[in-house]
C-alpha cells in the first residue's frame, strides 16, 4: 500500500530466521508472538502468506519503525478497505491500549469509522503519531496527543 520501493522486505514469522540479501534487496526476518491475521495464497512459485488490511493497520504500530514515517502509516488507512468487526476481534487479541488508541483515533480521522464503544479506553494520553516529540492538541475520545 505503498509507491515507494523497499530496500529491506520484512517478513513476519513465529520462530527466529537469519535475514538474508536476494538479488540486492534485504530480507528481514522478524519473530512476532502476534502471528495471526495472515492468509495462505498459492503463487506460480508456491504458497506464501498474506496479512489482511486489518493486521496490516495494527503492525502499522506495532513496528512502525520499518514503515520509516508516519505518512507511510497514514497512506495504509486511506487505503486499506478493512472489516470493523475483524479489527475489533484483532485488536482485542492484541490487548494494546496503545495500538487500539492509534488505530481507533486513525479510522476516525481517516475513515469515518468508530471503534470506541468496543473498547474501556484507559485515561493514559499518548501521542498518535510515535516518531513525533510534539503536539498541539488532544483528543479526548481516544485519549491521545496529536
Not at 488505530?103 to 481517516?110: F, I, P
Amino acid at each position: 500500500m505503498t509507491e515507494q520501493i523497499p530496500k529491506t522486505i520484512f517478513i513476519i514469522v513465529p520462530k527466529s530466521r537469519k535475514n538474508l540479501k536476494f538479488n540486492g534487496t534485504s530480507i528481514e526476518f522478524i519473530k512476532s508472538k502476534y502471528f495471526f491475521g495472515y492468509k495462505k495464497v498459492i503463487s506460480n512459485e508456491g504458497e506464501i502468506f498474506i496479512v489482511d488490511n486489518e493486521k496490516l493497520l495494527i503492525d502499522c504500530f506495532l513496528r512502525y519503525k520499518e514503515l520509516g514515517n508516519f505518512d507511510e502509516i497514514i497512506k495504509v488507512f486511506q487505503q486499506a478497505e478493512i472489516s470493523k468487526d475483524k479489527l475489533i476481534i484483532y485488536l482485542k487479541k492484541m490487548n494494546s491500549q496503545a495500538i487500539t488508541k492509534r488505530v481507533g483515533c486513525l479510522l476516525d480521522q481517516e475513515k469515518n469509522i468508530d471503534i470506541s464503544k468496543s473498547f474501556n479506553i484507559d485515561n493514559n494520553y499518548i501521542k498518535l503519531n510515535p516518531f513525533s516529540k510534539r503536539y498541539t492538541n488532544t483528543i479526548t475520545k481516544w485519549r491521545i496527543k496529536k
